[in-house]
């Protein structure tokens, strides 16, 4: 059976106090969750997130890192800082990273190795706009962003890479796809991987759902036979809905 994940990303939210604060009701909520629970947080955070952390079972994430170790590059932080930090995972090719700072599937393909060589867990993200799948082009685009940014990869780090699906027009929206329109993406993004790394790596790949997921609709989202948990923006803001949906 596939690992089942839920991650919240707080995006640029919370001081350190509410996130310390957040963080707490999250982990005592969620100890006995049969999901990983993940929080990713502002680089300011991670620090004290990760010592608070220590011998619990919620994980920590970071949102963004650089693809490069080191040097000039000012108002940066890379891999090898977050990896010495503590931290597990970092959420790479969020749309809004795509969308705000420009970042290709190229330099995704870069900032995946940066993460992987320094043992971080990758959660990376796909997601078409609604003009493109107005188009009917959301199951090229999506082919293309995982193509793209990971099928570099060696098969043996697949187990290290965990994706998300998150459609940009139901990020922040409201709007959530319906179970049958993720089901339907999650189906297609696990045959693209069978195709590339075979059957039994796809198999225990995880596929987030991200995009206007709560305690209401999680449960069915969750139950779609392709979907493996959930990345949370808005209602991982919110201790009471974001463990209701650890446990859906
Ligand atoms: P949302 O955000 O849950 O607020 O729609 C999801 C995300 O951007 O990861």
Redesign the pocket.
């Known amino acids: 059976m596939r690992k089942q994940i839920v991650a919240g ?1 707080w ?1 640029m939210n919370k001081s350190l106090e509410e996130g310390l604060g957040l963080y707490k009701a999250i982990s005592s909520q969620t100890e006995a969750s049969s999901k990983e629970v993940i929080v990713a947080a502002p680089f300011t955070h991670l620090s004290s997130l990760v010592a608070l952390a220590k011998g619990g079972s919620v994980k920590i994430a970071a949102q963004n890192c650089h693809h490069e170790l080191s040097g000039a590059y000012t108002g940066e932080v890379s891999a090898a800082m977050l990896s010495d930090l503590g931290v597990t995972y970092v959420i790479l090719g ?3 990273r795509r969308a705000y700072a420009n970042e290709s599937n190229a330099l995704l393909s870069k900032k995946v190795d940066a993460a992987l060589a320094q043992n971080l867990k990758v959660i990376y993200c796909c997601g078409e706009t609604l003009e493109e799948r107005q188009s009917k082009g959301h199951f090229d685009l999506i082919t293309q962003q995982i193509t793209e940014g990971l099928f570099h990869l060696d098969a043996s780090v697949l187990k290290n890479i965990v994706l998300a699906y ?1 459609p940009v027009w ?4 409201g709007q959530t796809a319906s179970s049958a329109q993720a089901q339907e993406m999650h189906a297609h993004i696990r045959k693209v991987v069978a195709t590339k790394y075979g059957k039994a790596s796809a198999d225990t790949t995880c596929i987030l759902y ?4 709560n305690p209401t609709n999680a449960k069915e989202l969750f139950s779609q036979n392709d979907v493996d948990g959930g ?5 991982s803001l919110n201790a009471a809905n974001f463990t209701s949906i650890c446990k859906a």
């Open positions: 990303n995006k969020h749309s809004e998150e139901a990020i922040g929206t991200g995009g206007s997921c990345l949370i923006g808005g209602a």
